[in-house]
Structures are given as structure tokens and as C-alpha cells.
Nanobody, 114 residues
Framework: QVQLVESGGGLVQPGGSLRLSCAVS????????MGWYRQAPGKERELVAR???????TYADFVKGRFTISRDNAKNTVYLQMNSLKPEDTAVYYC????????WGKGTLVTVSS
């Protein structure tokens, strides 16, 4: 059974930073790419960043230069370091393995507000 547990969200002021974590179980983590997605109120879920099994990463234009995705295969965990946060980054953040079925966790809420 695939399980995804996101953590690290919270309330942060504009310009602040947060580090999200996603613990993954039920798959051979090291051989799959992983993505971070987000869904803001009233909007569709969108891809924020992804990292391949070999560590190659890509980012959505709206987070380039501010967010960094990384992974620790020994811990079956993927991270999202978020810097220079903006109010428009407010959303529930989810991680997702790049496998044939859609698996989603409960997400972690990030609120950027003064």
C-alpha cells in the first residue's frame, strides 16, 4: 500500500521560508521520480517541481529561483525548500510519485500572510 505523508507546512510571513517533507512508503522509492504539487483555494492542482530518480529537477516558472526540490533515497523522503515566499504561494502542497496510478497524501497547508 502506497502511503505519502507530507509535513512542514505552516503560517509564514511574506519573504519567509519553509521546508516541506514527504515520507513515502509502499514503493521502491529510489527508482521513481517524485513531484510536488499544490492546490490553492478555488484553483486546480498544479505541478510545482519534480525530481527524477537520478536527481534531475525541473520547476514551474512561478517558483524558479525560489524553491528547491531534493530527495534522500536512504530515508524514502522528498523535500521542497521554499524561500522568498509570496502570498500567492498559499496552498495545500502534495507530493506524488511518478507511477502508473495516482496516489495522493493529505497534503500540508502553507499559508503566506502578514
Amino acid at each position: 500500500q502506497v502511503q505519502l505523508v507530507e509535513s512542514g507546512g505552516g503560517l509564514v510571513q511574506p519573504g519567509g521560508s519553509l521546508r516541506l517533507s514527504c515520507a513515502v512508503s509502499g514503493i521502491i522509492f529510489s527508482i521513481f521520480g517524485m513531484g510536488w504539487y499544490r492546490q490553492a483555494p478555488g484553483k486546480e492542482r498544479e505541478l510545482v517541481a519534480r525530481i527524477g530518480s537520478g536527481g534531475t529537477s525541473t520547476y514551474a516558472d512561478f517558483v524558479k529561483g525560489r524553491f528547491t526540490i531534493s530527495r534522500d533515497n536512504a530515508k524514502n523522503t522528498v523535500y521542497l525548500q521554499m524561500n522568498s515566499l509570496k502570498p500567492e504561494d498559499t496552498a495545500v502542497y502534495y507530493c506524488k510519485p511518478e507511477v502508473s496510478r495516482d496516489y495522493w497524501g493529505k497534503g500540508t497547508l502553507v499559508t503566506v500572510s502578514s
